[in-house]
């Protein structure tokens, strides 16, 4: 098992910046690939960004190409979700997941999940 607990999220103005965290335990941490994935009302979970086990390789869609950062950080159980220039179409419940894929793909492809963390964005 691996327990996954979000924060950082909040209300921030329309070209702010948020940074998530999500702290990880149990199972090496290391082994796992993470997501951070996020769901607005009446719409369908999407997957935002994604890292590797190691941290050497990163994806971020093209959505938020060029505003979000994803990092990990092995030593500390933690991955980072770095957001800039925020829109009011960014604004969802935001959730961190851990997948044993080498590159979990969809949302299906994650084993565990956090509880999520809003994020609102004031136009």
């Known amino acids: 098992q691996v327990q996954l607990v979000e924060s950082g999220g909040g209300l921030v103005q329309a070209g702010g910046s948020l940074r998530l965290s999500c702290a990880a335990s149990g199972r090496t941490f290391s082994n796992y690939a993470m997501g951070w994935l996020r769901q607005a009302p009446g719409k369908e979970r999407e997957s935002v960004a994604r890292?590797?086990?190691?941290?050497?390789?990163?994806y971020v869609a093209d959505s938020v190409k060029g505003r979000f950062t994803i990092s990990k950080d092995n030593a500390k159980n933690t991955v980072y979700l770095q957001m800039n220039s925020l829109k009011p179409e960014d604004t969802a419940v935001y959730y961190c997941?851990?997948?044993?894929?080498?590159?979990?793909?969809?949302?299906?492809?994650?084993?565990?999940w956090g509880q999520g963390t809003q994020v609102t964005v004031s136009s």
């Open positions: 997941a851990a997948s044993s894929r080498v590159v979990p793909i969809n949302t299906r492809e994650y084993d565990y």
């Open positions: 890292i590797s086990r190691s941290g050497s390789i990163t």
